[in-house]
């Protein structure tokens, strides 16, 4: 800007210059001293930073309250071999916002709508409609602390899909299930403090009644309690090690057979979690044990140990490779609450200026017996509209058809999403 000034005056000074010579006639003296013109051209043109400097009312640059919303309308069709297909519409609801010095407000509702085609809507006998606050909350930070108050979700562990940690937030199964556990999350009413404090951070939690998973929307409710815990994470140059205590509810109610009524119990978790950075490799492990855990078969309860460990490699050209493997074992005698090996192999890639985006999600269980692949591929049409579309395999074992989660053997996805 100011070499644009500079240069529009010099411009402006040199044709009345041209101009008062060619009505009066040349001036020798001004082409024998040029220094004479520099020093006038730098004393009476060039402009002070101070001259450039504008005050800006405070009402020009602030924003409005409605910048902070979003919407999207989603459809989704997945056709399986099985009765489980999926034909249902979601409308997303999304708003945020920094409210004041130090307060931020988040607020994110969906609406879904069930057609007929849907296996949930078969199941009830007609078409229907279901609305979901999945997060609503109120931030307050401070220099070293942030406090958040309202429904949220919180995330545990380093390993990503194993579980072994990440049992604070119940899943919504109702769900379009990809590859992304973003959307499978409920939120929860919480208050959450974070604190950091150089190399330290520490993170506490209160939940005054937990919620469990919902497998259907005519699920009755499940009595539950409060929920309490704590993680104090130190990070060294590459390293983060991780010490988790909570006191928990289980997320998966069970049928009591006295009274069929679901229930679910509390229990004790204590955890750690360590991440090892070594150049473009990332290594992860979880470590847990739970008490009181509960076999849905024979109705036997024992203390467990679990473990999950994980690495991730990103190529120079961004793509991600990762691979995960988790195990539980039982301290009591209840043996069927110990896990075999279990196995992830994942693979992302964007192309196109990340307009194109593609995943592979592959799973190995041993019990229950399965295994799975899923490919996906998302591309961005522009800024308003992406497709996605998703193919499935899987493996499944007759064994345990029970115990197997909500696969078919072949399944194909599409999905259309528009965004305002």
């Known amino acids: 800007m100011r070499k644009g000034l500079t240069c529009f005056f010099i411009l402006i000074g040199l044709i009345s210059h041209a101009y ?4 009066e006639g040349p001036d020798d003296t001004l082409h024998q001293d040029h220094s004479l013109q520099d020093e006038w051209l730098a004393e009476d043109l060039l402009l002070e930073t101070d001259e450039l400097e504008f005050d800006i009312p405070p009402g020009k640059i602030e924003r409005r309250w409605w910048q902070g919303m979003s919407a999207s309308l989603q459809h989704d069709v997945t056709q399986t071999s099985s009765t489980d297909n999926i034909n249902r519409s979601k409308l997303r609801l999304e708003y945020e916002s920094s409210i004041s010095d130090g307060f931020y407000l988040l607020a994110k509702s969906s609406y879904r709508y069930f057609n007929q085609q849907d296996s949930l809507a078969k199941k009830r006998g007609e078409a229907y409609g279901k609305a979901r606050l999945q997060q609503l909350w109120l931030q307050y930070s401070t220099q070293q602390c942030g406090y958040t108050l309202g429904r949220q979700t919180l995330v545990w562990g380093e390993v990503d899909g194993s579980f072994v940690v990440d049992v604070l937030t119940p899943f919504d199964l109702t769900e379009q299930l990809f ?3 973003g959307d499978l999350r409920k939120g929860e009413d919480m208050l959450v403090m974070d604190c950091f404090y150089g190399k330290h951070q520490s993170q506490l939690f209160y939940t005054p009644s937990a919620n469990v998973h919902t497998f ?3 699920q009755p409710h499940v009595e539950t309690g409060q929920e309490w815990g704590g993680r104090f994470k130190y990070s060294l140059a590459n390293l983060d090690v991780s010490l988790m205590l909570a006191h928990l509810y289980w997320n998966a109610p069970f049928l ?9 119990q509390s229990y004790r978790l204590s955890a750690l979690g360590v991440s090892k950075a070594v150049g473009r490799l990332l290594i992860k492990m979880d470590v847990a044990h739970k008490t009181n855990q509960l076999d849905l078969i024979s109705l036997q309860r024992s203390d467990t140990w679990s473990m999950a460990m994980g690495v991730d490699y990103t190529t120079a050209d961004n793509q991600n490779f990762n691979m995960g493997f988790w195990q539980q074992g039982a301290t009591g005698e209840v043996n069927e609450l110990g896990i075999p090996l279990q196995m992830t192999l994942g693979w992302s890639h964007s192309l196109w200026h990340d307009d194109l985006s593609l995943s592979l999600l592959a799973n190995v269980s041993q019990q229950p017996q399965y295994e799975n692949i899923t490919w996906l591929a998302t591309y961005k049409l522009n800024d308003v509209c992406s497709f996605t579309s998703a193919l499935s395999l899987a493996n499944i074992r007759e064994e345990n058809p029970e115990l197997v989660p909500p696969l078919a053997n072949e399944a194909l996805s599409f999905s259309v999403k ?3």
């Open 20 to 23: 008062g010579d060619f009505v």
């Open 179 to 181: 590859t992304d556990y």
């Open 216 to 218: 259907s929307h005519e």
């Open 256 to 264: 009591n057979p006295v009274g069929f009524q679901l229930q679910t």
């Open 418 to 420: 528009v965004e305002f």
